[in-house]
């Protein structure tokens, strides 16, 4: 165990938001309203007045509206409408001013190209029309674009599925009921840029923050996911890509808490890499991968990984581990810092993997001086092979596939 950077942990857990609801969402708030350009005009839309720019303001009407600044629309759907009629094909704007909207759109494949546009998280809020219901829904359409807004409520407040490509930009996700943000099926691509998913409620006992089912595959820059009752993290067939993003303060339900509670949860082939981020604060595995089509870890920070109450198992042995990789191809973990694990800092459970400069602390199970483990006929090589303690009474671990149907 190498500890020459523990040190960077204090900077960087202390520059990261708290894991209390109010304090991320409020933090997210407040740094992507900083950095808003948007709402020049009248304290709200930042658009000219043009064919393709279309307005929304809470004094608008749906009725007696045109759409233009001084004659916007009452709501994003009326205005998309709008665009409908239009007919135009390139790239619109709907700008939309402070307030909160009800909202409930769907972007088909034949839609016109739009970008939906708010003064900034902190001052335009799109919610859900009903419990049950998206808040925006991109049904095909490849070229749809969000800024500056916060999305909220709703069962999945962002739905991309049947091939449609999504950009989402300052904006902050928050309080579904189900799942924050779902990708699903082949050629369906979400690339979230410096937004924040949070407070992600279960349904039946399950709930993800972000999840990622049928081939679907997400981008991640910088934000995070914080404060979801599930998983933060949840890949089925997907294929995730994250760069400077925390996970923080998972939470479990009191139900199937070996599942439950993962910071990130990966299966059934799915493919990953991460370079750089924080992991903090979850109730179980930090990062779980199950038979992994590929997968690469540099840099990242696991912090505090703290053993769930399992029901109906002994809760000794279950959870509390950094980074577990359960068979699948071979995997790469580099140059990251896992402390504060109630188990193992790192377990190979009948896997392949390379591990260099990795670095733990002595908290949790620790052996012959290391937690990083193999068993279960795991081969691990690397310049941290000498590290790597061969388990000959293995770990008990829950492994079972988690049911992604009640997304579908």
Not at 29 to 53: K, M
Not at 313 to 340: A, E, K, R, Y
């Amino acid at each position: 165990m190498r500890l020459g950077w523990l040190a960077a942990l204090g900077f960087f857990v202390g520059c990261a938001p708290g894991a209390e609801p109010g304090g991320v969402l409020g933090d997210a708030l407040e740094r992507q309203d900083s950095t808003s350009s948007l709402c020049q005009f009248g304290g709200w839309a930042d658009a000219e007045d043009s064919r393709h720019v279309v307005h929304v303001r809470e004094d608008g009407s749906d009725t007696d509206g045109n759409g233009t600044r001084r004659n916007p629309y009452a709501t994003v759907d009326a205005a998309l409408e709008h665009l409908r009629d239009d007919g135009h094909n390139g790239k619109s704007r709907i700008a939309v001013g402070p307030g909160v909207f009800d909202t409930s759109v769907h972007l088909a494949a034949s839609d016109p190209k739009v970008e939906i546009v708010g003064c900034s998280a902190a001052r335009t809020t799109l919610q859900a029309v009903s419990p049950g219901e998206s808040v925006i829904s991109v049904d095909g359409q490849k070229h749809a674009w969000l800024r500056g807004v916060t999305v909220a409520g709703g069962r999945r407040a962002l739905r991309v599925r049947d091939g449609g490509r999504f950009d989402v930009r300052g904006s902050v996700i928050d309080g579904s009921s189900q799942v924050g943000v779902l990708v699903q099926g082949e050629q369906s691509r979400l690339h979230l840029h410096d937004t924040t998913v949070t407070s992600t409620q279960a349904l039946d006992d399950r709930g993800w923050g972000v999840a990622v089912i049928d081939g679907g595959r997400l981008e991640m820059n910088r934000g995070g996911v914080y404060d979801s009752v599930g998983v933060g993290i949840f890949g089925d067939d997907a294929d995730v890509t994250l760069s400077d993003v925390e996970v923080i303060g998972t939470q479990t339900t009191g139900r199937f808490d070996s599942e439950l509670g993962r910071g990130l949860h990966l299966q059934n082939g799915s493919s990953l890499e991460i370079n750089g981020g924080l992991f903090r604060d979850n109730s179980d595995a930090a990062l779980f991968l199950r038979d992994p089509k590929s997968m690469r870890i540099n840099g990242i920070v696991i912090d505090i990984t703290s053993a769930g109450i399992v029901i109906d198992f002994p809760s000794t042995g279950l959870s509390g581990d950094g980074i577990v990789v359960h068979g699948g191809q071979p995997v790469t973990l580099t140059d990251n810092l896992i402390t504060g694990s109630a188990r193992a800092a790192i377990l190979f459970d009948g896997a392949t993997g390379t591990v260099s400069g990795n670095e733990t602390d002595d908290n949790g199970l620790v052996i012959d001086g290391t937690s990083i483990f193999a068993q279960e006929q795991a081969h691990v090589g690397g310049d941290d092979a000498g590290l790597v303690y061969d388990l000959q009474g293995p770990l008990l671990l829950n492994t079972w596939t988690i049911d992604a149907d009640a997304l579908r």
